[in-house]
């Protein structure tokens, strides 16, 4: 029964596969356009907040500062989400650049054995955070010209996050069994090496993101012409498989400010498949479990968006 399922999925997929190689030959244009699009996220908001941010943060984690701010962030780390204080790093540096800067992080320390495979997985659960800029100058300042809805949006976005971790942690069980790694110290090597080491680690993850996006895209524009969805579930299905396209659809949508301010809110908090793609990469190597991750962006998009809609009765 296994074997035919998976029979079948191939099947599917094949059938998928050529259906959009045909669509790329029939409607160029549209591929151009998604690609162009694809291309102008990565080059104004991606590469710009994420590159830099995953250098200096690569060499910060050698030079131990993990450690330092580990002892800030114990306690919590602790007794609110049952992790070692070298996770409070990947809590503190997702919040402030955004993912899938948490899953790179994630996954560099279970490779250098600071986590087990399992911690990160954990970790993962409430990890998942949108740059605040984003939030705050695209969101709020350009997309729904409103300060207080970006506001909104950010403050719910992560205050669903948080007691996703706190819930995923304390009652949800998790599939596999924890292993025991031991904790190896870092060997400093030369700062030019290093520098050299986390440049082409960087490019790596960003070249891995800009083709994600841009498949997600094309996907989208392929789904978009098959199905021929209103406005609304269009927008909502774009957001699903590419975020940043779903919510700049929702913020131009015809529909109550109240509405677009929930809908952002758990599209940003799902993240969007592609964003899932881009965390599945880099985890990979890692061997951190994805299903957890999944089933955490779920229930993250639900109380963010239950949050959103509270602040928005009170504050507008």
């Avoid at 590469?47 to 943060?57: A, C, E, G, I």
Wanted: glycine share 6%; net charge positive; charged share 15%.
């Amino acid at each position: 029964m296994i074997f035919m399922n998976k029979k079948k999925i191939q099947v599917v997929m094949i059938l998928l596969l050529l259906s959009i190689l045909v669509y790329l030959i029939l409607a160029p244009s549209n591929v151009i356009e998604s690609v162009n699009f694809s291309i102008s996220i990565w080059k104004d908001n991606l590469f710009p907040t994420l590159f830099p941010f995953f250098v200096v943060s690569n060499l910060l984690m050698q030079y131990g500062f993990i450690d330092i701010i580990g002892k800030f962030l114990e306690y919590p780390m602790n007794h609110l989400f049952h992790l070692p204080k070298d996770s409070g790093f990947v809590l503190a540096a997702s919040l402030f650049s955004g993912f899938p800067s948490g899953s790179k992080y994630t996954s560099d320390l279970v490779k250098n054995k600071k986590l087990t495979p399992e911690e990160g997985a954990r970790l993962l659960t409430f990890t998942h955070y949108s740059n605040p800029l984003f939030i705050i100058g695209m969101i709020g300042n350009i997309l729904l010209n409103n300060k207080m809805f970006a506001y909104i949006i950010l403050i719910a976005h992560i205050s669903g996050g948080l007691i996703t971790g706190y819930l995923y942690n304390h009652f949800f069980p998790f599939v596999g069994e924890e292993k025991e790694y031991k904790k190896e110290k870092t060997v400093l090597k030369p700062f030019g090496e290093l520098l050299q080491t986390c440049i082409f680690s960087s490019l790596n993850t960003m070249f891995l993101l800009l083709g994600i996006v841009t498949i997600f895209l094309i996907l989208n524009s392929f789904l978009q012409s098959m199905l021929n969805l209103p406005s609304l579930p269009q927008a909502i299905l774009a957001g699903i498989l590419e975020m940043t396209q779903g919510v700049k659809l929702i913020s131009a949508l015809e529909i109550s400010e109240l509405l677009k301010v929930i809908i952002i809110t758990m599209i940003l908090s799902f993240g969007g498949f592609s964003v899932h793609m881009q965390v599945l990469g880099i985890i990979s190597d890692a061997k951190i479990k994805y299903k957890p991750f999944l089933l955490a962006r779920v229930l993250h998009a639900i109380l963010s968006g239950g949050f959103a809609f509270i602040l928005y009765q009170i504050l507008c």
